[in-house]
């Protein structure tokens, strides 16, 4: 017979569930919450299910963290993406790794805790919307309700604990030029030979590196003229999007101050230079352009938190082991914009996140569900 934690994980595969369109899984984990005994069940106003265990008026000791939304399905799959196969050990489908099964593991992990002892503090699991678009943005809403004293990221981690995360600024640089007919470029100034400069220049900035976390990355992903297209004309302006990924203690005007003064020593200065705020929509209606500032955080192996990570780790069998994530997650709002102590621990390989044939480790689901359940009891003992 199956465990609780892989049928709730198969369950969640089998309902698409892309960033926007989380739905039918939200109300699948909400019901599924309730009728495991979590004692407050909510859907916030962007439709982010928090579930809470433990004495009514308690504070809340520790939030596990996961998101509801999934990357879209690309490529020839050798499984159904939604069927949650199992083979050989493993679970396929999108999103079994990023990350339904984290989530999976931390409702049936908390309310195993709650079931088998008795919770002195809450607990709580945010199964959170929008974090594939925007990362930390609905996390948010969830931590003003609850206001958990310590926050568990579920991404995965291996079961590793992680102590940090790199941050992310997302901007876009556009160089302004002046219009004409291709016929005639010397009437006008193209603005994609600034971009060129501005691209090699950039290449050449030479950026900060963090023992931790290692070196911060500044890297164009696009690049688009306006018009677009551009036909038998030189455009009016060329933008540049960039994705800078930043080290902890670097701020946003850290890093728009030294591209600025980098473009300025090429001789570049006809530019605007912004951090992106893109639209999002919940599937609430709620439409928001949060800014892409998503920062850096990090901390040492001394702190509290992991010390108790590593002793659930331990009594569950699993011997402890710490490392940061090069990406970002929802722990930028947790521990990067609010202070709240924070790690990184989940099931499964970062690697397989996003990926053909994306799939997670039984054996990985069960004993993270085991190890949820030791921290939930060391945090409320704490
Ligand atoms: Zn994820």
């Given amino acids: 017979m199956l465990s609780d934690v892989i049928t709730l994980t198969q369950e969640m595969v089998r309902v698409p569930s892309l960033s926007g369109n989380e739905a039918g899984v939200a109300e699948l984990v909400a019901g599924r919450m309730r009728a495991l005994g979590f004692t407050d069940v909510r859907t916030d106003r962007n439709g982010s299910v928090l579930g809470l265990a433990g004495p009514e008026d308690?504070?809340?000791?520790?939030?596990?963290?996961?998101?509801?939304?999934?990357?879209?399905?690309?490529?020839?799959?050798?499984?159904?993406?939604?069927?949650?196969?199992?083979?050989?050990?493993?679970?396929?489908?999108?999103?079994?790794?990023?990350?339904?099964?984290?989530?999976?593991?931390?409702?049936?992990?908390?309310?195993?805790?709650?079931?088998?002892?008795?919770?002195?503090?809450?607990?709580?699991?945010?199964?959170?919307?929008?974090?594939?678009?925007?990362?930390?943005?609905?996390?948010?809403?969830?931590?003003?309700?609850?206001?958990?004293?310590?926050?568990?990221?579920?991404?995965?981690?291996?079961?590793?604990?992680?102590?940090?995360?790199?941050?992310?600024?997302?901007?876009?640089?556009?160089?302004?030029?002046?219009?004409?007919?291709?016929?005639?470029?010397?009437?006008?100034?193209?603005?994609?030979?600034?971009?060129?400069?501005?691209?090699?220049?950039?290449?050449?900035?030479?950026?900060?590196?963090?023992p931790a976390l290692g070196p911060a990355l500044l890297v164009p992903t696009d690049i688009v003229s306006s018009p677009y297209p551009s036909i038998s004309m030189i455009p009016s302006a060329t933008t540049i999007r960039f994705d800078r990924r930043t080290l902890s203690g670097e701020t946003a005007e850290d890093v728009l101050s030294e591209i600025r003064g980098h473009l300025a020593k090429h001789g570049i200065d006809d530019y605007t230079l912004t951090i992106t705020d893109d639209a999002v929509q919940t599937f609430t209606g709620i439409e928001a352009r949060p800014t892409r500032w998503l920062p850096a955080w990090s901390q040492p192996v001394e702190a509290p938190l992991v010390k108790q990570a590593f002793e659930a780790l331990t009594r569950a069998g699993v011997s402890p082991r710490a490392g940061s994530w090069p990406f970002c997650t929802n722990g930028s709002e947790s521990a990067g914009r609010r202070r709240i102590p924070t790690i990184g621990l989940g099931p499964g390989r970062e690697e397989d996140a996003h990926t053909i044939d994306e799939s997670i480790a039984l054996d990985q689901l069960e004993a993270a569900r085991e190890i949820y359940k030791q921290l939930t009891w060391i945090a409320c003992a704490a």
């Fill in 58 to 210: 308690a504070e809340v000791a520790l939030l596990f963290d996961g998101h509801l939304d999934v990357v879209p399905v690309v490529g020839e799959w050798r499984f159904d993406p939604f069927g949650a196969t199992i083979h050989e050990g493993r679970l396929y489908g999108r999103g079994s790794t990023d990350m339904k099964g984290g989530v999976a593991a931390a409702i049936c992990g908390v309310a195993a805790a709650a079931r088998e002892g008795k919770l002195v503090r809450r607990v709580g699991v945010s199964a959170s919307v929008l974090e594939e678009v925007i990362e930390g943005h609905a996390l948010g809403s969830v931590l003003d309700l609850c206001q958990p004293a310590a926050v568990v990221i579920c991404e995965p981690s291996k079961l590793e604990v992680r102590t940090g995360q790199k941050g992310r600024l997302e901007l876009s640089l556009t160089l302004h030029g002046k219009p004409a007919h291709a016929a005639s470029p010397h009437l006008g100034v193209n603005p994609l030979h600034a971009a060129a400069r501005a691209l090699l220049a950039l290449e050449s900035l030479t950026l900060p590196t963090d």
